[in-house]
């Protein structure tokens, strides 16, 4: 019999014995009971509150027995002989009741409360961890985005080819290995990934500077060995620009679509909201500060003493920013389990259906799957499509690429806000960004470089607002009529770029058209913001990478695709084409 069975039937004799005739027996029984509670209570499996509830029936039952006892003979007596002060004399008996568990249960529940303090606060500083380094991070990055255009336009005067040129290989690069980069995040421990990406990420970076400095310091000819050597170096830059965009990728996914997911599951509801937009704000602060800070010392100093900034700044970064995420990770204890495992355990505890499909979902992956790892390990299996890579006649490698490419894609289709993801892809076809096309066909149309450079300002300032903003707006709307909110306001403001086509006033049409560009860029990041949390929301863990890498390839494809239509109408009195074509893709 249980101790919780014994407890019931022991109080159950009791009230039973109560509504008995009174004796002695009755009054000994209830002593003993007396005895039973202030004595130790043995070692029980239940919780100390179920003891305490238990031991207080019996003390009541125990009390009302030797109330009975005391009472019926001589209360009869004195109810006959009309004494009034038969309550004062016998009183309900008030028994010696020990409050030490009730202080133990005080205490422990003190201790939690601590403990619970406690837990918060290391939460609070592994966060706060998060978002120094991915600061560090995003800061080296933006720098080096900014400067290395500029790095390319003094080295080669009077010509866009180099910038061009870099753009087009970094952009390419995403293009072509971000679906693999993906599977690369999903495949390997955490901590292995963000170690080898920011080692490789500022190494390559730092290596990049060096070569730069060996192109300044110089001029170069533009015809024989020297001109081999100018064009080898040239390429030098392009290719570890590349590794450093793929790098930085990687630290971008594994920070924003898995140890921030993580990080704010066991946090009260809004936390995830709040961390995106806190990092997003990071990220665009950055974007406007570092070309600020770039700028100022390119001027004020000059363009070599900026690259020496620059190359000491990511080799310098490496320790700290990897010994925050160190401590993160530590901190964490989610981050150290297995991404199946963790993923397959919380979605059981939460909703054992959405676990179920998760887990087919895992099934189904051949790369990374239990059931097909003979991928890896079997050595029979690897010859056979050895074998078959051979009867096709293409490379393993260009085999291998073309494999993982279509199950990244397959991968991403499946996904229930695959739609979303698309949509945010397509707003990169756009001109109304401030970015080169736009920027060029302003200047060419007569707009001073100073009003350009506060108009890119004001659009950077608009966009970290809508990072503050939109915590607030999600918690009245919630994440899909957030995002539609956010790209209805994005249309909205862009129908200001379409009428400054037709403003016969020059400067009234550059005016209107930076306004309706700048003030856009509020519902573009908080649309951002939506489609980053619901894809955080639904993506099962160990597909997030591949689904981020999807995520990124065909971004930087849009990007490209706008670049092309740039060089197919090349004309600035043409740029209102550009705009209707911008606008119509935003609509749609």
């Known amino acids: 019999m249980s101790s919780t069975t014994a407890l019931h039937v022991m109080t159950t004799t009791t009230i039973t014995h109560t509504h008995a005739p009174t004796n002695e027996n009755n009054t000994q029984h209830a002593h003993e009971l007396l005895a039973c509670t202030t004595s130790p209570p043995p070692p029980f499996n239940n919780t100390t509150t179920t003891h305490n509830n238990m031991r207080h029936n019996i003390v009541t039952a125990a009390a009302a027995t030797l109330q009975l006892h005391h009472h019926h003979p001589r209360q009869e007596e004195r109810a006959a002989s009309g004494d009034d002060d038969t309550e004062?004399?016998?009183?309900?008996?008030?028994?010696?009741?020990?409050?030490?568990?009730?202080?133990?249960?005080?205490?422990?529940?003190?201790?939690?409360?601590?403990?619970?303090?406690?837990?918060?606060?290391?939460?609070?500083?592994?966060?706060?961890?998060?978002?120094?380094?991915?600061?560090?991070?995003?800061?080296?990055?933006?720098?080096?985005?900014?400067?290395?255009?500029?790095?390319?336009?003094?080295?080669?005067?009077?010509?866009?080819?180099?910038?061009?040129?870099?753009?087009?290989?970094?952009?390419?690069?995403?293009?072509?290995?971000?679906?693999?980069?993906?599977?690369?995040?999903?495949?390997?421990?955490?901590?292995?990934?963000?170690?080898?990406?920011?080692?490789?990420?500022?190494?390559?970076v730092f290596s990049a500077t060096l070569v730069i400095l060996m192109l300044l310091v110089r001029p170069w000819p533009t015809s024989g060995s020297g001109f081999l050597l100018f064009s080898c170096l040239v390429g030098a830059v392009n290719v570890l620009g590349g590794i450093s965009a793929l790098a930085s990728l990687a630290t971008k996914i594994s920070l924003e679509r898995d140890w921030v997911i993580i990080m704010a599951a066991e946090q009260p509801s809004g936390h995830l909201t709040r961390m995106n937009a806190v990092m997003r704000r990071i990220d665009l602060s950055c974007t406007l500060l570092a070309a600020v800070f770039v700028g100022f010392i390119m001027s004020v100093v000059s363009v070599i003493a900026s690259a020496i900034i620059m190359a000491t700044w990511n080799i310098a970064c490496i320790g700290l920013e990897y010994w925050l995420l160190l401590t993160v990770y530590k901190r964490t204890p989610r981050l150290h389990e297995g991404k199946a495992s963790y993923h397959l355990a919380s979605k059981t505890d939460t909703n054992e259906t959405k676990a179920q499909r998760f887990g087919e979902h895992y099934s189904q992956r051949n790369k990374i799957s239990c059931e097909d790892s003979s991928l890896f390990v079997d050595i029979k299996s690897v010859q056979q499509r050895l074998m078959e890579f051979c009867k096709h006649g293409t490379t393993l490698w260009h085999k291998v690429w073309t494999l993982s490419i279509f199950e990244g894609w397959k991968v991403y289709l499946r996904q229930e806000n695959m739609l979303a993801g698309i949509a945010f892809s397509l707003l990169s076809v756009s001109v109304l960004s401030f970015g080169t096309l736009m920027t060029a066909s302003l200047k060419e149309r007569g707009c001073p470089a100073y009003v350009l450079g506060l108009a890119r300002g004001c659009a950077a300032l608009i966009g970290i607002c809508a990072t503050l903003l939109y915590p607030h707006l999600h918690a009245r709307m919630q994440t899909l009529k957030a995002g539609m909110f956010s790209i209805t306001l994005q249309w909205s403001f862009l129908i200001l770029c379409v009428v400054s086509i037709w403003l016969k006033n020059l400067h009234t049409s550059i005016a209107v058209l930076m306004a309706g560009a700048a003030a856009a860029r509020a519902g573009l990041w908080m649309f951002d913001l939506s489609v980053t949390q619901l894809m955080q929301e639904s993506v099962p863990e160990i597909e997030r990478g591949v689904v981020a890498g999807v995520q990124n390839s065909m971004q930087s494809f849009f990007q490209l695709v706008a670049y092309v239509v740039g060089m197919i109408i090349p004309h600035p009195q043409d740029f209102g084409k550009l705009i209707l074509m911008s606008f119509g893709r935003a609509f749609g």
Not at 127 to 141: K, N
Not at 187 to 201: G, H, W
């Open 88 to 204: 004062a004399q016998y009183a309900p008996l008030t028994l010696p009741i020990s409050h030490d568990d009730e202080d133990d249960e005080s205490e422990r529940f003190d201790d939690d409360d601590d403990d619970n303090g406690s837990l918060h606060t290391l939460h609070s500083r592994s966060v706060s961890y998060l978002y120094l380094s991915y600061l560090l991070c995003r800061w080296g990055d933006r720098m080096w985005e900014f400067a290395v255009g500029l790095f390319m336009i003094e080295i080669w005067t009077r010509s866009l080819f180099l910038t061009s040129l870099y753009g087009l290989v970094e952009t390419a690069s995403i293009v072509a290995f971000g679906v693999i980069l993906g599977e690369w995040v999903d495949k390997f421990p955490r901590l292995k990934v963000i170690q080898t990406s920011l080692v490789l990420q500022n190494v390559c």
